[in-house]
């Protein structure tokens, strides 16, 4: 029978709306729920390693989640994690999630079907799936097209499988490098974070696949780095730091969802808070998709935060704040009819959040009479995924320094050790399925073919290369570093590889819930690469990992400091390339490496007293090697940098131009990166800020003007009343190659009165190259 709903000449509104008018209560809040079901996972692998969750606390509070035949016997809001959550094959995942749509569209009165959900921060978490390099090394890439680019493509393997939704990217902006989930961010730069996220989400939305930002927000800032603790953070840094990625992903990427933090603000759970999730995120940004729950992020109100005395009252809260479906699986929202019997929550409540959803629902042709998923062969894996791949670990991986060294000659006997050659997965972030799901089942599987460094290296260098682990990632024995040693005496040249292998809640030294304590290397890491310094052999320190480490005293006795941040499944071309010289370098440090392992947190947005230290304190937090910074084989120089004005309003704009020149006889790619200073203002501002950059492709001898527009509402910030404001008076701008190698500053006097910045504010700093 035709409805109105089926009427595909309606707006996705007015069709939900005619929907809802058709529906019982009960039925609107089956829409808010969803199911998950990990035992309906028959591993295709041996079975026989100790179990790690793959979200906090899955175990515990998987426990007592409603069974199949009532979470969606009036129909159902979300599928969870069909193809994420076990060694399934694409077919065996889809006649599963094609088994489920069929129950819930027959057993919803009104034949609506699921949206499906799944990972895809590092390409689609599914068996067989392309890794793509972790978001940190999007970061060092300062590319938004490539990363573009890599969205669509896992837009679109997503879309050929029935999936709908993608729960990436992250835009939480790193304040705490102890944090496990540094890997999974873009860095530590607001705008660097922002851009980077939004052209993520153009690609992965253009290929039909809703992109959901998260986590919403200011959970990287929890204490001392560690996973789900308080936020102690005032208004003023959190709408200066942490909201900006959010604010354009909504205005600039129209991002379809959002995902809630687990942290409190303050003492105020983010699920909780009206505040974040309506006043901000819809009321001033004009946020139209719907907020969607980090796992179990409802029930942690009562476990956890305990706001809440029972799942009537964490269900009240949360949909009252705007959180309107609860993933992954219906826990407290099965009480809502309940928190409406008692007062808590109204039919409006209910419906209101129904309707977001209804509303995607129809955007995604979900209402259609006749609708049907797309279908067909599908090769997750790719030649067009590998190339984007490539591309990708290309341009993330960073020479921090080289005395010339590098690139390697040919012929070399090279001694290779360290234990990131000996495990391809550490070329993976903790959201990879190698390490996601296949490493709870034991052994070393990754589901595509991975190349190892060493096989990679000894092919670049046209030479045997000696392989020599010398320690583990976490663990090791005196013997093993003693032949490291003995390896790095017989050889020409020494390549140390140390950092990470991702993992989950403890099970890894990077990702979710792998926070740690300093930012030395894990386990006797640092003790190999001192052992192989003091052979005297030229060292070439080669750093896979998903947060920066401390490499004070160890990185200056190195003849070269390569950074490669988790580079993905094309990860031992892409380093051995870089290391003889077929590729140049041309990544950029998203983060900072610290020189010190304590010290933190601290990021390069600091002011005066959170960066200088003589006579003030014993610590000393400037990095070894700054935010922006990274070096390649040709030399770049900046020039005839001018502004187009020595003044401007405090509504008006500026123009910024400068040269920058390849001098050296490479091609190669530059990072131009332009810097605010406000040197006196009414609040304590930081001592230099991102404000526009632009990666630059040249050849030898070949030059570029760049002209950055900076609007003045670029240089806004959060007043002394918390109000958003443009200051009169003097600015300072610089283009350069870090936070810290900046050309001299040219100043602009901002005239006019204090201006209060409305919504709908300049976001972003165009650049005009020619």
């Not at 929907?19 to 309906?40: C, I, K, N, R, Y």
């Not at 190339?387 to 070399?412: F, H, K, Q, W, Y």
């Amino acid at each position: 029978m035709h409805h109105r709903w089926h009427d595909t000449t309606l707006t996705p509104t007015e069709r939900a709306d005619a929907l809802l008018d058709d529906m019982t209560l009960d039925e609107m809040a089956f829409q808010l729920g969803s199911f998950w079901h990990p035992a309906l996972h028959e591993p295709t692998v041996d079975d026989d390693a100790s179990q790690h969750d793959v979200a906090p606390m899955e175990q515990e509070l998987s426990q007592d989640a409603p069974q199949w035949a009532d979470v969606h016997r009036l129909g159902l809001g979300h599928l969870t994690r069909t193809y994420g959550t076990g060694p399934v094959t694409p077919d065996e995942g889809r006649a599963l999630l094609d088994q489920w749509q069929d129950e819930v569209r027959s057993a919803s009165p009104h034949g609506i079907p699921a949206i499906a959900h799944e990972e895809c921060l590092t390409g689609l978490t599914a068996l067989g799936a392309t890794v793509y390099p972790a978001a940190i090394a999007w970061g060092a890439t300062w590319r938004p097209e490539l990363i573009e680019e890599m969205g669509e493509a896992i837009g679109a393997d997503m879309r050929s499988l029935g999936v709908h939704q993608g729960l990436s990217p992250l835009l939480d902006v790193v304040r705490d490098y102890r944090w496990g989930r540094v890997e999974e961010t873009c860095g530590e730069d607001p705008y660097l974070v922002g851009s980077l996220g939004t052209a993520y989400i153009r690609g992965l939305q253009r290929s039909g696949v809703m992109a959901c930002a998260k986590h919403f927000v200011a959970y990287p800032a929890s204490r001392a780095g560690r996973n789900h603790a308080p936020v102690s953070m005032g208004r003023r840094e959190l709408e200066d730091v942490m909201l900006p990625p959010f604010e354009m992903a909504v205005r600039e990427g129209g991002v379809a969802s959002v995902m809630n933090s687990y942290c409190d603000i303050d003492g105020q759970p983010a699920a909780a808070s009206r505040w974040l999730l309506t006043e901000v995120l819809r009321e001033r940004w004009g946020f139209e998709g719907t907020v969607v729950s980090d796992y179990w992020s409802v029930r942690f109100l009562t476990q956890a935060h305990r706001v809440a005395p029972d799942d009537a009252v964490a269900a009240a809260l949360a949909l009252r704040a705007g959180l309107d479906v609860e993933l992954p699986a219906t826990g407290a929202y099965a009480a809502i009819p309940e928190a409406i019997e008692r007062g808590l929550l109204s039919a409006d409540d209910v419906r209101t959040a129904a309707r977001r959803v209804l509303v995607q629902k129809a955007r995604l042709g979900m209402l259609d009479e006749d609708h049907a998923e797309p279908r067909g062969v599908v090769d997750l894996d790719s030649r067009r995924n590998r190339e984007i791949a490539r591309r990708m670990a290309d341009e993330s991986i960073v020479l921090l320094a080289n005395d010339g060294t590098l690139p390697l000659a040919p012929g070399l006997r090279a001694a290779l050790v360290g234990p990131s050659w000996t495990d391809v997965r550490s070329f993976m972030g903790c959201y990879a399925f190698p390490n996601h799901v296949l490493g709870k089942y034991g052994g070393k599987e990754t589901g595509i073919p991975i190349r190892s460094l060493d096989d990679a290296l000894a092919e670049a260098l046209g030479a045997r290369v000696t392989a020599v682990a010398g320690c583990g990632f976490v663990d090791g024995t005196d013997e093993q570093l003693a032949a490291a040693v003995e390896a790095a005496k017989g050889a020409d040249i020494a390549i140390v590889t140390v950092g990470d292998i991702a993992g989950l809640f403890g099970v890894g030294t990077s990702g979710e819930g792998c926070d740690v304590v300093d930012l030395s290397l894990p386990g006797r890491q640092g003790e190999l690469v001192e052992a192989v310094l003091a052979t005297g052999t030229p060292t070439v320190l080669v750093l896979v990992t998903g947060r920066p480490y401390a490499l004070g005293g160890l990185a200056e006795r190195a003849v070269a400091v390569v950074q490669a941040f988790m580079p993905g499944a094309e990860g031992a071309e892409a380093i051995a390339d870089v290391l003889v010289g077929r590729t140049e370098p041309s990544g950029r440090l998203p983060v900072a490496i610290p020189r010190h392992k304590g010290g933190q947190p601290g990021t390069y947005l600091a002011p005066m007293l959170g960066w200088l230290s003589d006579g003030i304190s014993n610590l000393d937090p400037r990095p070894l090697y700054p935010f922006g910074h990274g070096l390649g084989y040709t030399t770049f120089e900046l020039g005839a940098a001018e502004t187009s004005s020595g003044t401007m309003t405090v509504d008006g704009d500026v123009r910024y131009s400068v040269t920058v020149t390849n001098i050296g006889e490479r091609a190669g790619s530059e990072v131009v990166q332009l810097y605010l200073t406000d040197p006196w203002a009414e609040v304590v501002r930081p001592l230099k800020q991102l404000i526009g950059f632009q990666k630059v492709d040249l050849g030898p001898g070949e030059s570029k003007r760049l002209t950055f527009t900076v609007h003045a509402d670029r240089l806004s910030f959060t007043g002394a009343d918390h109000q958003r404001i443009v200051e009169p008076g003097e600015i300072l701008l610089a283009a350069g190659r870090s936070s810290e190698d900046r050309l001299d500053p040219i100043p602009v006097t901002v005239t006019g009165e204090r201006r209060i910045v409305g919504e709908g504010r300049v976001l972003t700093t165009p650049v005009d190259v020619a």
